[in-house]
Nanobody
């Protein structure tokens, strides 16, 4: 059974940092890429980043809205992904999700985590 579980969300003041984790079971990150998404109240879901284990399949990317502040990474030994978020702003408040793409970041989305809430206060 495929399962993605996010953790690390919480409340932080503006300018602070959080590190989200995405524990993956039932599939290998050797064959899947991990995307990070967020959805703020009343807004559409936003794609933040995608990281792939094999750059030959397509480049990893980071959205302009978080570029320079957020960094995604993978721990292949633990089959986990992480999203390091620095210089957080109130506008970063949202539920954050990880999801698995089959193959590259251009592949089909096949599984989602349940989400973790990040709240940034002024």
């Amino acid at each position: 059974q495929v399962q993605l579980v996010e953790s690390g969300g919480g409340s932080v003041q503006s300018g602070g940092s959080l590190r989200l984790s995405c524990g993956v079971s039932g599939l290998s990150l050797n064959y899947y890429s991990i995307g990070w998404f967020r959805q703020a109240p009343g807004k559409e879901r936003e794609t933040i980043s995608c990281i792939t284990s094999d750059e030959r399949d397509g480049a990893s990317y980071v959205a302009d809205s978080v570029k320079g502040r957020f960094t995604s990474s993978t721990d292949m030994a633990k089959n986990m992904a992480h999203l390091q978020m620095n210089s957080l702003a109130v506008d970063d408040t949202a539920v954050y999700y990880c999801a698995a793409y089959a193959g590259s970041c251009q592949g089909d989305l096949e599984a989602w985590g349940q989400g973790t809430l990040v709240t940034v206060s002024p």
